[in-house]
């Protein structure tokens, strides 16, 4: 499995963000709705998995649920998706070194999240309630106890826990940049995605699919989801931004 120095890693992040900025609109849409369904099913595979461990040993469960959870990642970037926590450090990264402008950090970031959202929202109506598959015997139970915790977590909590997901969700788009084969990207991507879900870091592509899904269900409010979107959507943007393109930037950019 080669790999390069973070150096390169840089110069290669710098590519990623400019292009992702440059793609058409409809392009950015229908990327950003194939990455928000990805990290759906991710999530979706999740519940289903370790909803089926028995309560005394739910915590094994959850580190499980956490293996698998990273396909949504691995699908996005290798099969070909748009994900915001992952635009959240790539095109700030070419900012900094000066092949994009502000207006385009912003303007990619909103049209990835509207594609995200619907990508996501798709998934949890179309099989999460239509089909089913989150809303019966111990997948709802699951879903109802993973959607409170996030909802129910303060302003600050949150945003301090969107901040720790996509700096290891940043640091996972960084590795996939650096390996030569897709099998050093999977890794790469691997390791610091089951590590946020382990923990329980809040990512708010994810909870595009299982907050609405709680919704689905008559189990939460879009209020709700309001109210955890915000403080989230922040602290995934610090995470990438700030502790990952930032510090990075700090050392390699020229």
Not at 49 to 61: C, H, K, L, N, T
Not at 67 to 80: E, N, Q, R, S, W
Not at 164 to 172: D, E, I, K, Q, S
Request: charged share 10%.
């Amino acid at each position: 499995m080669g790999f390069v120095k973070p150096e390169q890693i840089w110069e290669r992040a710098v590519e990623a963000g400019e292009k992702k900025v440059h793609l058409p609109l409809r392009g950015q849409l229908v990327l950003g709705f194939m990455g928000g369904a990805y990290i759906a099913l991710g999530f979706l595979l999740y519940i289903r998995v370790s909803a089926a461990v028995p309560a005394p040993w739910s915590d094994f469960g959850h580190l499980i649920g956490a293996c698998v959870f990273p396909l949504g990642l691995i699908l996005t970037l290798l099969a070909g998706g748009e994900l915001l926590t992952g635009n959240m450090m790539a095109v700030p990264v070419a900012f900094l070194s000066r092949r994009v402008k502000l207006v385009d950090i912003a303007r990619n970031w909103v049209v990835i999240t509207v594609g995200n959202l619907l990508g996501a929202l798709f998934i949890a109506y179309a099989f999460g309630h239509l089909a089913g598959l989150t809303e019966h015997g111990i997948y709802l139970a699951k879903l109802v106890k993973i959607a409170h915790a996030k909802i129910e977590e303060p302003f600050l909590v949150a945003l301090l826990s969107g901040i720790g997901c996509n700096w290891l969700v940043g640091l996972a788009v960084w590795l996939s940049y650096g390996a030569e084969d897709s099998g050093g990207k999977i890794w790469g991507i691997w390791f610091p995605t089951m590590a946020f879900v382990a923990i329980g870091f809040q990512h708010v592509v994810a909870n595009m699919f299982v907050i609405p899904a709680a919704i689905f269900a008559g189990q939460a409010t879009w209020t709700d989801y309001l109210y955890n979107f915000v403080p989230v959507y922040i602290g995934n943007s610090i995470g990438g931004a700030l502790f990952v393109a930032v510090m990075y930037g700090l050392v390699y950019r020229r």
